[in-house]
T-cell receptor, first 112, second 114 residues
Framework: NAGVTQTPKFRILKIGQSMTLQCAQD?????MYWYRQDPGMGLKLIYY???????DKGEVPNGYNVSRSTTEDFPLRLELAAPSQTSVYFC???????????FGEGSRLTVL | ELKVEQNPLFLSMQEGKNYTIYCNYS?????LYWYRQDPGKSLESLFV?????AVKQEGRLMASLDTKARLSTLHITAAVHDLSATYFC??????????????FGQGTILTVHP
């Protein structure tokens, strides 16, 4: 019972590089989310998806892109990485009408 | 803009003592969640409060929701060391149909010592 799986767990990028954070869930949840957590802070919503083919911006979407081609997968792409994107990224999912989120283990990204 | 504020942000407790963490929010949402995060780990759901007056209890933790006051509390009874963690409250998007678009508080770092 894997739940929400994120890869990689750690990554160091140089300024201007690009990368994709992978997220997969095996709970057949329609809703998926990407949050970022800066040190000592709560989480902020980057993007979310209510189903395959449907995505929308959250509070802090600039510098990121997402896609949702299947129910299971929700990758987050960082284009032209900047130091301000140094953070821990959490992917989450939930079944409709509960709101209770199930989080992945997180991906710690450092941009130097 | 929805704002969620927790207090205190830091809480140092002795084992066996009681204390309450407060979560105030700025909208009329009636959906509030509490999560626990251990250092370097992910977030774990503790409580889901979906209506005014909702009260949930699990072990030494009890959460309640007063939507009229826009306030939720997380009460800790007879604290033990294992409760040391960061606790977040989060409120759902007002008027949204997408459950799970949460606005988080800053978190309360709880340390329980002998």
């Amino acid at each position: 019972n894997a739940g929400v799986t994120q890869t990689p767990k750690f990554r160091i990028l140089k300024i201007g590089q690009s990368m994709t954070l992978q997220c997969a869930q095996d709970m057949n949840h329609n809703y998926m989310y990407w949050y970022r957590q800066d040190p000592g802070m709560g989480l902020k919503l980057i993007y979310y998806s209510v189903g395959a083919g449907i995505t929308d911006k959250g509070e802090v979407p600039n510098g990121y892109n997402v896609s949702r081609s299947t129910t299971e997968d929700f990758p987050l792409r960082l284009e032209l990485a900047a130091p301000s994107q140094t953070s821990v990224y959490f992917c989450a999912s939930n079944a409709v009408f509960t709101g209770e989120l199930f989080f992945g283990e997180g991906s710690r990204l450092t941009v130097l | 803009e929805l704002k969620v504020e927790q207090n205190p942000l830091f809480l140092s407790m002795q084992e066996g003592k009681n204390y309450t963490i407060y979560c105030n929010y700025s909208t009329t949402s009636d959906r509030l969640y509490w999560y626990r995060q251990d250092p370097g780990k992910s977030l774990e759901s503790l409580f889901v409060l979906l209506s005014n007056g909702a009260v949930k209890q699990e072990g030494r933790l009890m959460a309640s929701l007063d939507t009229k006051a826009r306030l939720s509390t997380l009460h800790i009874t007879a604290a033990v060391h294992d409760l040391s963690a960061t606790y977040f409250c989060a409120v759902d998007d007002v008027g949204g149909t997408s459950y799970g678009k949460l606005t988080f508080g800053q978190g309360t770092i709880l340390t329980v010592h002998p």
